[in-house]
């Protein structure tokens, strides 16, 4: 084997290996950015969060039932089998080290791989953003306008962290 062969093989080994772990990193960041949207729930749903707003309780009620339907959809999603969660994190594993030790590099496998992988996270943030979309229609202008600058207060106290 030449020596160009070989340092291609590489790097296209590097980069399947890179994308599974950014893949992963962006899966653990999801679960981070979960906490955040969790509190941003509970600031909503919260005393504080309805002073903050002036928010009535009809708009409370809808919030809630947002809310009550978001995690509904993220635990049907996630499924509730951690047994079987665990399995197919092993099986994923064993497809990734079948397709590194392989001879050869299959491009098709590696990317329906890398496809099945990101679609449930697509799913997960599609119903992240469902909700912030019904959050945002319940909020009436001035309430939108409070709850922005919050949040763009929140994303700097996170970021300088």
């Known amino acids: ?16 290996a890179t994308a599974t772990f950014g ?9 981070m950015h979960k906490q955040g949207r969790h509190s941003q729930a509970h600031f909503l749903l919260s005393e504080r969060g309805a002073d903050k707003l ?8 809808k919030l809630e039932a947002i809310f009550a339907a978001q995690k509904t959809q993220m635990q049907a999603l ?17 497809k990734m080290e079948s397709l590194l ?17 990101y679609e449930k996270g697509e799913e997960m943030g599609l119903i992240k953003l ?3 979309h019904q959050v945002w229609q ?7 306008e409070k709850f922005a600058k919050m949040q763009k207060r929140m994303g700097k106290k996170k970021h300088s962290k």
């Open 1 to 16: 084997m030449t020596k160009v062969n070989t340092l291609s093989k590489l790097v296209l080994i590097c980069g399947l």
């Open 23 to 31: 893949a992963t990193s962006v899966m653990a960041k999801g679960d």
């Open 54 to 61: 002036d928010l009535t309780q009809e708009q409370q009620t």
């Open 78 to 94: 996630k499924g509730t089998d951690k047994e079987a969660r665990k399995a197919q994190r092993t099986a994923h594993k064993a």
């Open 101 to 117: 030790s392989a001879a050869t590099f299959d491009e098709n496998a590696a990317k329906e791989l890398l496809a099945q992988r």
């Open 130 to 132: 469902k909700t912030q």
């Open 138 to 144: 319940v909020l009436n202008a001035e309430q939108q």
